[in-house]
């Protein structure tokens, strides 16, 4: 019980606040490849570097267990290919997996058709899974699965890169979308 | 409660660092509340599962990788479920406090014109397949996998902006 409400409400947090973003649109969601709206690097980024630093903090005072954090495992050319794959889609879909829901609930019949392809996708890949299992292990990195242990540097050093990382974003991005159309509103 | 009610029926877009702080909020506490971050192929996995039960049950309960999710007859039965069904709650709130439901085929201008349904159905196999071989997505992978600060959510979220950039090249804009 106490696994439903948690998975409804953070889910609805979660949808509302891509809602508001404006991530149920495909012409802002692709603004981002097309470099004239810089809201999805600014919001993840964002989001990003606020979450590692509150569990960092939390960590700290002893209220959360890294060992008990899922970590995905270090298998770095099957999350490259991934990525390409998943990137290519939404350049050319115009969404990606969970904005295509978010656009599907504000009306958007292409994002029904997309969340269609997502299953014929999820099935193409099961239909061929044991002639292409080793891509999903593809590259590891035994060494370490996080930035930290990798790089032998401290979180915080990694947190404080991030933070700066992030302000370029905001700087870099909102030059470029005034050198541009700029940023898509809700009335188009 | 005047004022809540006007910032809920907003129509413009929240601005990207607002809108940045509360979906790290929700990211964080996800994290403290269940040890992993948010998702959303997990779901669209289990879905496909789930139809193949009923429309093909004999190839989905012999396929490598569905097979084991069938095996017990409820694939959907799983966290990552309510969470999706959350998403989709919490957006439609949103949009209709926002008065931002309009039934429409979108994206047309920058997607293909009129070729917009092949396009988001190709955009949506691809990004279906790439989640399978990544096992996560730009939610479960790179947003998530990001925030533990793992260099599989890193290496995700980099070839996923460099093919992105790469690949809407291709597309030209409707005049």
């Not at chain 2, 669209?44 to 309960?61: C, D, E, F, K, S």
């Not at chain 2, 997607?111 to 396009?119: D, E, K, V, Y």
């Amino acid at each position: 019980m106490t696994e439903i409400l948690s998975g409804l409400l953070l889910g609805a947090g979660f949808g509302f606040v891509l809602e508001r973003a404006g991530f149920g649109n495909p012409n802002k969601l692709t603004g981002q490849f097309r470099l004239t709206d810089w809201s999805v690097f600014k919001v993840m980024f964002t989001a990003i570097v606020f979450a590692a630093v509150g569990l960092m903090v939390l960590e700290q005072f002893g209220f959360v267990d890294a060992g008990n954090l899922f970590v995905p495992p270090a298998f770095l050319g099957a999350a490259a290919l991934g990525g390409a794959l998943v990137g290519a889609g939404f350049a050319i879909g115009g969404y990606c997996p969970g904005t295509s829901v978010v656009g599907l609930m504000s009306g958007r019949i292409d994002a029904a058709i997309f969340l269609l392809g997502l299953l014929l996708g999820t099935v193409l890949f099961s239909s061929i899974y044991p002639s292409i299992e080793f891509l999903t292990t593809l590259g590891e990195y035994a060494k370490a699965d996080a930035l930290p242990d990798a790089f032998n540097i401290s979180s915080l050093s990694i947190d404080i890169g991030m933070v700066i990382a992030a302000v370029g974003v905001f700087v870099l991005g909102s030059w470029m979308e005034s050198k541009s159309k700029g940023p898509v509103s809700s009335q188009v | 409660m005047s004022n809540a009610k006007k910032i809920l029926s907003q129509k413009q877009y929240l601005n990207p660092l607002l809108a940045g702080l509360l979906l790290g909020l929700v990211l964080l506490m996800t994290f403290v509340i269940t040890g992993h971050g948010l998702g959303a192929t997990g779901f669209t996995t289990r879905l496909a599962a789930w139809i193949g039960m009923y429309v093909a049950p004999a190839a989905t309960n012999a396929n490598d990788y569905l097979g084991g999710m069938v095996e017990e007859g409820k694939p959907l039965n799983a966290w990552i479920t309510w969470q999706v069904l959350g998403v989709a709650i919490g957006a439609l709130l949103s949009a209709f406090l926002a008065k931002r439901i309009h039934i429409q085929l979108d994206g047309k201008k920058f997607l293909g014109g009129s070729m917009r349904p092949m396009t988001a159905l190709f955009g949506g196999i691809l990004a279906g397949f790439g989640a399978r071989v990544a096992a996560g997505c730009t939610s479960g992978l790179g947003l998530s996998g990001a925030a533990v600060l793992s260099l599989a959510g890193f290496t995700f979220l980099g070839t996923f902006f460099a093919v992105g950039l790469l690949a809407s090249r291709f597309l030209k804009e409707e005049k």
